[in-house]
């Protein structure tokens, strides 16, 4: 249950919203592709980001369509992830930490909704000190049948914290995840953390940021109002 006393929601993507591990997840797939003997280039990784590994592995790298062996590859590449996740030190993104504390402040409730699975989101919450603010209120790859852009994960997301999805607001810096959050139902705040901001620029998002430093909970109420 959320005792929050707004009836807004937020629901945040993970990787370039809260944090930016994408060295890490290029590192794991080139490791990966290494380790099979299978080819990998940075425009392949760039085209797969925010997708999920039965989708990339497939057709964005074209290396098996092979079911049991996408799921053994996609497995051994979060395995790697979390080994590079384990020996670093990762910080939340500019303006995460002051955005969380506002809207905890404003009683706005958050919660996760991510591409990636719970043991990847469980690691980076427990790395950042994130898990003091969303709890248990994340939803991981596993949760869900069909990946971004359908809508499914914001809306389980959204379940978790009980809010509507027309009084939600999802925080992206995916093409796919934008397209998620407005099949959701949900308003769209696009930050530029992955794609520059002419690229997110036709999306459909309700705002275009640089960083998370020039939202807050104002900002976000008059969206999801607007």
């Not at 919450?125 to 939803?139: A, E, K, M, N, R």
């Not at 914290?161 to 607001?169: F, Q, Y």
Request: with cysteine; net charge negative; hydrophobic share 40%.
């Amino acid at each position: 249950m959320t005792n929050s006393s707004s009836p807004l929601g937020v629901v945040f993507d993970l990787d370039g919203v809260l944090i930016d591990s994408h060295d890490q997840h290029e590192e794991s797939w080139f490791a990966l592709a290494r380790e099979i003997g299978k080819p990998m280039t940075k425009e392949l990784f760039k085209e797969s980001f925010g997708m999920r590994n039965e989708m990339c592995i497939p057709n964005v790298f074209k290396w098996t369509h092979n079911k049991a062996e996408i799921a053994e590859l996609g497995d051994r590449k979060e395995e790697l992830y979390r080994e590079l996740l384990r020996s670093r030190n990762l910080d939340p993104l500019p303006g995460v930490l002051d955005l969380v504390e506002n809207l905890k402040r404003s009683g706005i409730p958050i919660s996760l909704g991510s591409s990636t699975s719970r043991k990847n989101i469980e690691v980076c919450f427990q790395s950042t000190g994130l898990d003091l603010y969303f709890g248990p209120h994340y939803i991981g790859a596993e949760d869900v049948t069909r990946g971004k852009p359908s809508p499914d994960v914001f809306l389980k997301a959204a379940e978790k914290i009980e809010r509507e999805p027309a009084n939600c607001l999802v925080i992206e810096d995916a093409h796919v995840g934008v397209e998620a959050g407005l099949a959701a139902g949900m308003k769209v705040i696009a930050v530029t953390t992955t794609h520059p901001q002419e690229s997110l620029a036709n999306t459909g998002a309700h705002l275009i940021v640089d960083s998370l430093a020039v939202v807050n909970a104002e900002v976000i109420s008059r969206i999801i109002g607007g």
